[in-house]
């Protein structure tokens, strides 16, 4: 592979990581602070995606309506945190394979009714940075690509500013260290869960148009995206809003050199001995805690 | 005394009554027999990767089974779809078959949609000696060779499917050429056809790479085909990733050199697709199985596709139907020709049969090989030409994918695919 084709596989690496990281970066919260195992995720950033397919009818831009949706969905996440908790987290500590099953249900849920809806041909959306690209050079980089990075950083960095800026932020991340201490705070463990599963699956809206901006998508499109957004959050070390940025990255680039030199059949065997790797030496991940 | 000797009338008078009814039973056996449904039995994708094909293709099924019942049915006896859902995926067909034999108990069986789903089960049917009627799966019985076997696709094996590709290479003087395929049965049949012509076509290959089924960018591996400078490029994808690779195409571009592009990608014959690809699909050339051309105005086919498409858009299926759809209408009509004229469900008779006599169909007539393929095969290609965004319509009409391959149905010359985008 010659020293161009590398560069432009790093870059194409890192346009792809930004978007690997931007539909991880709920999960990190859900999975990694919360220790909820939201096998659903997928499944609302397809919901996400298909809100603004639906809202793109209207001719609203996709990204614009995954600002609008965002409060939507933090909303259903309040609600399915809830009853999630009533129904599993409370009841003892086998609740978490009911916990994963429940989760479980909830995507299929999800994959059927878009199915039911909108039927099961792929759906895309338009929008002027959509089928274009820009030149550095003799490089083209896909401007859909470049709206990924944008998307990564404001969701990582604002994500990362709260946790560490806010009252409520810092009460999730102490949650996440010690819930029995941040009672005896004062403060209800429960609600700041809640409040913090509302957060990650309103990142789902933003992250779900992301999704089709990037690709038209199907409703099973979810299943392809289990693994990879499990992948990032492990790697990133669970609840690190830079460490998902930078296992994003890196899980990026490592794809795109293999797809480019080694051989494209090994690009999931790369991603995931990176992951299995990085756990061996640092079982808590690039930045966990 | 008394008592016993009334037991004794009344059981005797019962067992007369039972003689009687079975014996009239059997003596209007059609009467009873009539009113059974021949029911046939298949798995078709109606959600998954291949979902946009299989519901189209169903539509096109329920169609045919309404047409005959409402001539009176076959044999005099209504016809039934058994119908599950593999979702497109191998593993599920072997189950879903089994159970349509051993519990559903239907008569015939039609092949899943797709190669993928279909491989599985020709042991199946191989071990139990059944009739199997293919539904666009490429190659899947070119090793067991299962004599009761007979596929409906206009393509015999895939060295034939990439035969016209090949030609079309050497029309255009193309020397090299990169192949990239999906890592899943159709796409690495259909790959293995191009690659095994390569030498006789003069043609030598830069960049051979199969990439797995869950990848969503490609730009990565553009940019390398696209460093090779390769003068022809064969894609076998699969809906989404024809999708993603045609964007990418059309974002990084894919180099001047290149003459052809395209060749076996799934899902740029769908009606969805090719809407939202739109003028991104001008040049390429790829495979497909009917055009709205003037060579292929098969008896029918035109009655056929103005039933289908008010139908189709009920079900929220393909709206323009001129891929699977034709083909799932002539399956009933391959099973009810040969039903019809052997008087039979046998599944020995009607192989014969379908073996030795030419079937009339809405997509041409069929005559069959010794592995159950076409023996006339006529897989076109077409070339994309004149597509503007976000308009259906244009598609209905001649035109706009314009058959280059092979003579026999050409409408048009191929031009070369840098030349064509402009």
Wanted: hydrophobic letters at 50%; charged letters at 15%.
């Amino acid at each position: 592979m010659s020293f161009e084709l590398l560069g432009e596989a790093i870059i194409a690496g890192v346009l792809l990581g930004c978007f690997y990281a931007a539909v991880s970066v709920g999960l990190s919260v859900a999975f990694g602070l919360l220790d909820v195992p939201q096998i659903a995720h997928p499944a609302f950033l397809v919901l996400g995606a298909y809100g603004a397919y639906y809202l793109g009818g209207f001719g609203v831009d996709p990204l614009l309506a995954g600002v609008l949706l965002t409060p939507v969905f933090f909303l259903a996440g309040l609600a399915v945190y809830r009853f999630y908790h009533a129904t599993f987290e409370s009841r003892g500590t086998d609740a978490g394979l009911r916990g994963l099953a429940f989760f479980f249900g909830i995507a299929f849920i999800v994959e059927v009714a878009l199915i039911l809806i909108f039927g099961v041909d792929q759906r895309s959306v338009e929008a002027a940075y959509i089928g274009k690209s820009i030149s550095l050079g003799d490089v083209r980089l896909p401007m859909r690509m470049l709206v990924a990075v944008g998307v990564a950083l404001v969701l990582t960095a604002g994500l990362m500013l709260y946790l560490s800026r806010t009252f409520t932020g810092r009460a999730i991340k102490a949650v996440a260290q010690d819930q029995t201490a941040l009672a005896l705070m004062g403060a209800d463990p429960v609600r700041i869960k809640q409040w913090a599963f509302g957060i990650a699956t309103g990142t789902c809206a933003l992250a779900g148009a992301l999704l089709i901006i990037v690709a038209p998508v199907e409703p099973g499109l979810g299943r392809l995206y289990i693994g990879r957004t499990f992948c990032v959050a492990v790697l990133a070390g669970l609840g690190s809003m830079p460490g998902t940025l930078a296992a994003g990255v890196i899980l990026g680039i490592a794809e795109s050199i293999v797809l480019t030199s080694l051989g494209a059949s090994w690009a999931p065997a790369v991603a995931f001995g990176l992951l299995l790797l990085v756990l061996a030496v640092r079982p808590a991940g690039l930045f966990g805690r | 005394m008394q008592a016993v000797s009334r037991r004794k009338w009344i059981s005797r008078l019962g067992a007369l009554g039972v003689t009687a009814g079975l014996a009239l039973g059997g003596f209007f056996p059609a009467s009873a027999h009539a009113q059974h449904p021949i029911r046939i039995g298949l798995s078709i994708a109606q959600t998954g990767p291949l979902s946009s094909g299989g519901k189209s293709g169903l539509v096109a099924l329920e169609i045919w089974r309404d047409d005959v019942n409402a001539r009176g049915g076959l044999l005099g006896r209504p016809v039934e779809l058994v119908v599950y859902d593999d979702q497109g995926n191998p593993s599920m067909t072997p189950g879903i078959y089994t159970k349509l034999l051993d519990i559903d108990k239907v008569d015939l069986l039609v092949a899943p949609y797709g190669t993928n789903p279909s491989a599985p089960i020709i042991p199946l049917v191989k071990q139990r000696d059944l009739l199997l009627i293919g539904n666009f799966a490429l190659d899947v019985n070119s090793q067991i060779r299962h004599d009761k076997y007979f596929n409906n696709q206009p393509w015999a094996s895939a060295k034939d499917g990439a035969a016209p590709y090949l030609a079309l290479c050497r029309k255009l003087g193309a020397k090299t050429i990169a192949i990239l395929a999906a890592d899943a049965e159709f796409a690495q049949n259909i790959a293995g056809g191009i690659r095994a012509g390569l030498k006789d076509y003069d043609l030598q290959p830069v960049y051979d790479q199969n990439y797995p089924p869950n990848t969503v960018e490609f730009s990565s591996m553009i940019r390398a085909i696209r460093a090779k400078k390769p003068d022809a490029v064969f894609v076998a994808s699969y809906p989404s990733d024809s999708t993603a690779i045609i964007r990418s195409v059309n974002e990084i571009g894919i180099g001047d050199n290149v003459m052809l592009f395209g060749g076996g990608m799934v899902g740029l014959q769908y009606a969805s697709i090719m809407e939202s690809l739109g003028s991104m699909l001008n040049g390429v050339v790829n495979y497909h199985t009917w055009a709205p051309e003037k060579s292929m105005d098969f008896p029918g086919i035109r009655d056929f596709l103005s039933r289908y498409q008010p139908r189709a858009k009920q079900a929220n299926a393909d709206s323009l139907g001129f891929y699977l759809p034709p083909f799932d209408y002539a399956i009933g009509q391959i099973l009810a020709q040969a039903v019809t004229a052997t008087g039979s469900l046998d599944h020995k008779v009607l192989a014969k049969y379908l073996r030795e006599h030419e079937i009339k169909t809405i997509v041409g007539s069929i005559r069959y090989g010794p592995t159950g393929e076409w023996a006339n095969p006529r897989m076109i290609y077409v070339q994309f030409r004149g597509i503007a965004d976000k308009n259906l319509d244009q598609f209905r009409g001649a035109g706009k994918q314009v058959i280059v391959a092979p003579d026999a149905f050409k409408t048009g010359e191929v031009i070369p695919f840098s030349q064509s985008r402009n």
